[in-house]
């Protein structure tokens, strides 16, 4: 007999309870934010839309499904079963969070805060969860498979992100490091030294990715979140007698991959701004970069 599906519910800390968590009650944070010129009732507003929209999604899962809750600082640490239904209840970048620690299951994006969020992931208002969610356990529900980017050390880490990884330095020292194809036939890396390396993909098209891309000029067309490219840049890439910049921006297609050998003491790679789940990398140690087998299903 096959387990009912469960409906994951992702949310996050609200700023009017990270404001309770710093000044311990309401009066004390509404203090703070006043002898600053602030006022607390936009944030508390925001919190309270938040809420309801929590409670309303998770009235509307269906009485014979199960249903659990992740707060973002727990992904790492919760384990998403194959039958899961992942409903994202907040901003576009929660869906990101959410993403790399998924294998396939369905995601429904529903937007907390319209008009404030821009909605590219979370595209839906909490009264449509109810039939988001059958569509979603349903076998062929309406879905877009957003192409996802991969890191893999020779150690077997591995990082999944919806937006971009970065590899670089953990804090601001320079990255020093040999870059190239990641190419049967042993193509020529070159040494470099750089602020770090960016490979985003369609979805962080709007972020991050499109920045560098527009500092560049570049006239490689920015991807579609569906799209199997990836584009990547090197960020701030130095010339020196030993290291060289001709290899600073480019496009993975599938099969088609970037090779990093690390030559300082210490890199991470990160994905989607979640530093705290990085890849710890030393000396001597390569990673591989390309598009992953891996794409998210985000209920359209």
């Known amino acids: 007999m096959s387990l009912a599906p469960r409906a994951v519910l992702v949310h996050r800390t609200t700023e009017y309870e990270e404001l309770l968590a710093r000044h311990g009650t309401h009066g004390q944070a509404a203090f703070f934010l006043s002898s600053r010129g602030r006022s607390i009732d936009e944030v508390a507003r925001r919190h309270q839309h938040t809420r309801q929209a929590l409670a309303d999604v998770a009235a509307a899962v269906p009485l014979q499904w199960r249903q659990s809750r992740v707060e973002r600082a727990d992904l790492d640490r919760f384990l998403f079963a194959p039958e899961d239904v992942v409903v994202v209840v907040g901003q576009d970048g929660l869906v990101a969070n959410a993403a790399k620690y998924l294998s396939g299951q369905p995601v429904v994006g529903i937007d907390t805060d319209p008009g404030r969020n821009p909605g590219v992931l979370v595209r839906h208002r909490p009264s449509d969860a109810a039939a988001l969610l059958r569509a979603a356990a349903s076998p062929g529900g309406a879905a877009d498979e957003l192409t996802m980017v991969e890191a893999v050390a020779d150690d077997t880490q591995r990082l999944l992100a919806l937006n971009e990884i970065y590899l670089g330095p953990p804090g ?13 036939d042993d193509a020529p890396a070159e040494p470099q030294a750089s602020s770090g390396v960016l490979v985003g993909t369609g979805t962080g098209a709007t972020g991050w990715l499109r920045s560098l891309w527009q500092e560049r000029h570049s006239n490689v067309r920015l991807p579609a979140p569906t799209d199997p490219r990836l584009l990547w840049f090197v960020r701030e890439a130095w010339p020196s007698p030993a290291t060289g ?33 990085a890849l710890d990398l030393t000396w001597g140690q390569t990673v591989r970069l390309g598009i992953s087998a891996t794409s998210l299903r985000l209920t359209a």
Request: aromatic share 4%.
């Open 172 to 184: 601001h020292q320079t990255a020093r490091y040999r870059l190239g194809p990641d190419a049967p």
């Open 245 to 277: 910049t001709s290899l600073v921006a480019g496009e993975l297609r599938h099969g088609q991959g970037l090779r990093l050998v690390v030559e300082s003491d210490r890199l991470v790679a990160f994905g989607d701004g979640m530093e705290a789940d």
